[in-house]
């Protein structure tokens, strides 16, 4: 295993470029065996769930050819109806959009349940509830969650709660479904319109993505196209308050501004300076920072996958701060490790205080889950000791190269391998 080193207290300036949304990769990769012909993805990240994604469409027969870096070829004509393998779909929450994806290939799905981020209570009722209303019999038997269906048919389906993952299931699923489908209470995040224009540029006919009410008619062959994915922008916030927790100056590059606007607003409110340009943000860092209130909501409010990222800036701020989590009910396994650092944080609930204290210390500290990694990096590198953060794993699923990317802007971060008797011991 491995582990970061941060020697913080280094101002973040000059450039970095954001890679591909991963959110809208997981999503994009297992729709391309929906058709009949070779696809090619651009600005694809370069990240562990990605990688788990194309593993995952080998297993089921499909070519996969790396072209570089963020271009990926996939030929899906041979792909067979076989089942994931366990272990490829227990290690992230993406590997439940091959149930859609293969149900509407084959009428069939074998998908173990997905693993993912721990954060409390992640069940699968609406993606269960929107393939049984369009015709799918389901059942969930060690660990596998099997679907099979005779016919796919168009449907009218109002989400009880608002749920990236069962949106974007149920698009798929109802994509070469006969007729109509009309989803409500729908997801409204960036990954899920550039999910419906990939498939539109594949022959779907999809309408409303990005709004409460997705129409799709279903469509008898979808064909292969090449697609470039959105950036992420949670990726992009994610170095935008790096950048503001070391009072830094700097040029966040390959960005689209409207995709980031939740967080804009937020940080503008703190007092961080940020300037729009056509794809790029300059952050301007300050001494100070004034506290906020805000709630996590589903897009186009304050994102989740943000939370706590800013609660590590928050933890400079003058005065309290209040972050209500909205999404998710255990968000904030973090809070104990920033606690290690000097933070002032008290949680009840989904409520988490933070009142603002003057720096934060270097400590050794462990990430709990992708984001969580995250806000300790952003905490080692506003402080001005040294930061040992350990389970990087968690965040190289979701950030390509970080560190990399932080070092060419002035961070002094590097990777330590744990020897093997250390790690037993730990
Ligand atoms: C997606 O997770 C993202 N993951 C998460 O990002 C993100 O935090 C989340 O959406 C919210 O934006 C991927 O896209 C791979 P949800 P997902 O279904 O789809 C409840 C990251 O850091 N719910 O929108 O699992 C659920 O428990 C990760 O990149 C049900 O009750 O999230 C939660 O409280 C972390 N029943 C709320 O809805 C269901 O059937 C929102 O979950 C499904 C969800």
């Given at each position: 295993m491995e582990k970061f080193i941060i020697n913080g207290g280094n101002r973040l300036t000059g450039e970095v470029e954001i890679s591909g949304a991963k959110n809208a990769a997981v999503?994009?990769?297992p729709a391309t065996l929906l058709a009949d012909s070779p696809c090619i993805l651009e600005n694809v990240p370069n990240i562990n769930d990605v990688s788990i994604d194309l593993?995952?469409?080998?297993?089921?027969?499909?070519?996969?050819?790396?072209?570089?870096?963020?271009?990926?070829?996939?030929?899906?004509?041979?792909?067979?109806?076989?089942?994931?393998p366990?272990?490829?779909?227990?290690?992230?929450?993406?590997?439940?959009?091959?149930?859609?994806?293969?149900?509407?290939?084959?009428?069939?799905?074998?998908?173990?349940?997905?693993?993912?981020?721990?954060?409390?209570?992640?069940?699968?009722?609406?993606?269960?509830?929107?393939?049984?209303?369009?015709?799918?019999?389901?059942?969930?038997?060690?660990?596998?969650?099997?679907?099979?269906?005779?016919f796919l048919f168009g449907t009218q389906i109002y989400f009880d709660k608002v749920s990236v993952g069962a949106t974007i299931n149920a698009m798929l699923a109802a994509v070469k479904a006969e007729g109509l489908t009309i989803l409500e209470?729908?997801?409204?995040?960036?990954?899920?319109?550039?999910?419906?224009?990939?498939?539109?540029?594949?022959?779907?006919?999809?309408?409303?993505?990005?709004?409460?009410?997705?129409?799709?008619?279903?469509?008898?062959?979808?064909?292969?196209?090449?697609?470039?994915?959105?950036?992420?922008?949670?990726?992009?916030?994610?170095?935008?308050?790096?950048?503001?927790?070391?009072k830094g100056d700097a040029l966040i590059k390959n960005v689209i501004p409207k995709h980031l606007e939740p967080i804009t607003s937020k940080?503008?409110?703190i007092?961080?300076?940020?300037?729009?340009?056509?794809?790029?943000?300059?952050?301007?860092?300050?001494?100070?920072?004034?506290?906020?209130?805000?709630?996590?909501?589903?897009?186009?409010?304050?994102?989740?996958?943000?939370?706590?990222?800013?609660?590590?800036?928050?933890t400079l701020a003058k005065g309290t701060s209040i972050i209500n989590e909205g999404i998710f009910d255990n968000r904030f396994r973090y809070v104990d490790e920033l606690r290690r650092m000097g933070a002032?944080?008290?949680?009840?609930?989904?409520?988490?205080?933070?009142?603002?204290?003057?720096?934060?210390t270097g400590a050794p500290v462990k990430a709990s889950d992708l984001r969580a990694g995250a806000a300790l990096i952003i905490a080692g590198l506003s402080t001005n000791g040294t930061t040992e953060i350990e389970d990087i794993y968690h965040v190289e699923r979701g950030y390509e190269n970080m560190d990399e990317k932080l070092r060419k802007m002035g961070a002094d971060i590097y990777k330590r391998e744990i020897p093997a008797n250390i790690r037993k011991a730990l």
């Open positions: 999503a994009i990769i593993r995952i469409l080998r297993e089921l027969g499909a070519e996969v050819t790396v072209i570089n870096n963020s271009t990926i070829r996939i030929d899906p004509r041979n792909i067979r109806d076989v089942a994931v366990y272990e490829l779909a227990r290690s992230m929450r993406a590997s439940y959009y091959f149930l859609g994806t293969l149900l509407s290939k084959f009428r069939h799905a074998s998908v173990p349940m997905p693993g993912g981020c721990d954060l409390g209570d992640r069940p699968m009722d609406q993606h269960l509830k929107c393939f049984r209303a369009l015709g799918s019999n389901y059942t969930i038997e060690h660990g596998i969650v099997e679907l099979d269906a005779d209470n729908s997801a409204k995040e960036p990954h899920i319109v550039d999910l419906a224009n990939f498939l539109n540029s594949m022959g779907a006919d999809i309408m409303g993505a990005g709004t409460d009410v997705i129409k799709i008619r279903g469509v008898s062959e979808l064909h292969g196209a090449t697609y470039s994915i959105i950036p992420d922008q949670i990726e992009a916030g994610t170095f935008m308050i790096a950048v503001a927790a070391t940080l503008r409110k007092g961080v300076v940020v300037m729009e340009y056509d794809d790029s943000v300059r952050v301007i860092g300050q001494d100070s920072y004034e506290r906020i209130t805000v709630k996590t909501m589903p897009h186009p409010g304050f994102p989740t996958d943000m939370q706590p990222q800013l609660a590590a800036l928050l002032d944080i008290s949680v009840d609930g989904n409520v988490a205080m933070i009142e603002g204290v003057s720096h934060l």
